[in-house]
């Protein structure tokens, strides 16, 4: 599972003391559609509703495993190791953790939209994967790219960390 790691030097603090006792912030931001818990190396730091964020402080210089779990289970919905240097600051972006796979199957080129946002042309015969969908509901519409035709559409609700498929026929 992927998140974005961003570090700004922009906020670097002037070392006062020696750079080892220097500690540092990491925001994080969750889009991931439901609310997180979010542990580091292990320890339970913050819950964080969906798009929002939350703070962790004073984490030390060295590396650190961050994982993010829906809040109240054990279902993972992030990990990863961060490299933290000594007076920066850091944002974590947790997303959805989920992909979407679409087969087509139809007999042409479909022009594919994601809840009223174009996505992608498909060629027949072909698939096209959706990452970092955020868990919910996301609703899927295939049009002929030849005259914009709807042939086909789904819901599609993401509740656990998997692949969903569609294939779409005529």
Known sequence: MLGIFLFSFMSCKSPSSPE??????VTVNNVSGMTVDVFMDGTFKVSINNENSGDIENV?????????KKTGTEMLVFSATMDIDPGYNYTLVIEGPSTVTVTNNYGET?????DGTSWTDLDDQSKA??????????????AKKSDSTIVASTSIDV????DYGWTITK
Do not use: C, I, M, Y
């Open 129 to 142: 994967t959706l990452n970092k969908v955020p868990f919910g509901v996301h609703n899927l519409v295939a």
């Open 60 to 68: 030390t210089a060295g590396s650190h495993l961050f994982d993010a």
């Open 20 to 25: 080892e006792n220097l500690t540092t912030t």
């Open 110 to 114: 479909l022009q594919l939209t994601v």
């Open 159 to 162: 509740e656990e960390v998997k």
